[in-house]
């Protein structure tokens, strides 16, 4: 038996997986059958966000219901750190609807992250956004400025 915790908006099996791990609405938490690879059990644990940081919310449910693994969109380095260090291991995917994840996951086919995967949308402030502020010299052809470097 496997158990899985993935991150949802809604609470059924359809659910498509949430991007923003705190951000989520529940913790979908499955005990699967790596035999017949079907779901032996499911529940929908509410994030309550009853911190300031939601996302150490939801990796502390994923601890306290003794995770496996746990499969979301973005996460960041605080909750990557925190279930990492409980051996949790952390799968990405974009898309996908909790009955989608279940096979792929079992079969390995999902994407094991080995780093955070910060949401590049939001953009706190004083910060420059995915663009940034990169100057160069533009080495190479057709690259401004740049010389032609053979």
Do not use: W
Not at 33 to 59: C, G, M
Not at 75 to 104: C, M, R, W
Request: proline content about 4%; charged content about 20%; some cysteine.
């Amino acid at each position: 038996m496997k158990k899985i915790g993935i991150s949802v908006d809604d609470k059924n099996l359809n659910s498509i997986v949430s991007q923003g791990f705190g951000k989520a609405q529940y913790l979908c938490v499955l005990e699967l059958d790596e035999v017949t690879k079907q779901i032996t059990q499911h529940q929908f644990i509410d994030n309550q966000y009853q911190s300031s940081r939601p996302a150490y919310n939801l990796a502390q449910i994923s601890i306290n219901e003794r995770l496996d693994a746990v499969v979301t969109g973005y996460i960041g380095v605080g909750p990557f750190v925190s279930l990492q260090a409980e051996n949790i291991e952390i799968y990405h995917t974009k898309g996908l609807s909790v009955n989608d994840i279940v096979p792929k996951y079992l079969d390995g086919n999902l994407t094991q992250l080995n780093k955070p995967a910060p949401n590049m949308k939001r953009n706190k402030k004083g910060s420059k956004g995915i663009q940034g502020n990169c100057s160069g010299s533009g080495y190479g052809n057709g690259q401004g400025k740049g010389k032609n470097n053979p």
